[in-house]
């Protein structure tokens, strides 16, 4: 029985990876140089959602990581100072950027 509840906790969970639709190419952390900063992260908002945008938005904001967040995805809430997270809508377009 424990066998049983174990495999389906996986099945679940495997079904939750893929939720919410494959965002754009997140490009590389190594990139960056630390701590996020929010200053003129406003300009890219409307733009669209691409690898090339969430580098420049890497760039810009001086974060080590990118996450992408599409409408309906589920996003952990812990804080880390050296993330940027993007939100789009379903035309890929940009709707914030936002340190944590």
Same mark, same amino acid.
Request: glycine share 16%; net charge neutral; proline share 6%.
């Given at each position: #029985?424990?066998? #049983?509840?174990?495999?389906? #906790?996986? +099945?679940?969970?495997? $079904?939750?990876?893929?939720?919410?639709? %494959?965002?754009? &190419?997140?490009?590389?952390?190594?990139?960056?140089?630390?701590?996020?900063?929010?200053? $003129? +992260?406003?300009? @890219?908002?409307? %733009? !669209?959602?691409?690898?090339?945008?969430?580098?420049?938005? +890497? !760039?810009?904001?001086?974060?080590?990581? +990118?996450?992408?967040?599409?409408?309906?995805?589920?996003?952990?809430?812990? @804080? *880390?100072?050296? *993330?940027?997270?993007?939100?789009?809508? &379903?035309?890929?377009?940009?709707?914030?950027? *936002?340190?944590?």
């Amino acid at each position: #029985m424990r066998m #049983m509840a174990t495999g389906l #906790m996986a +099945l679940c969970l495997a $079904g939750c990876a893929g939720a919410g639709g %494959q965002g754009p &190419d997140t490009p590389p952390a190594a990139s960056a140089e630390g701590p996020c900063r929010h200053d $003129g +992260l406003d300009g @890219f908002v409307g %733009q !669209k959602a691409s690898a090339d945008t969430g580098a420049a938005l +890497l !760039k810009a904001s001086g974060a080590k990581m +990118l996450r992408w967040g599409g409408p309906g995805m589920a996003m952990t809430m812990d @804080f *880390r100072p050296d *993330r940027l997270t993007i939100s789009y809508d &379903d035309a890929m377009v940009i709707t914030s950027a *936002r340190c944590g």
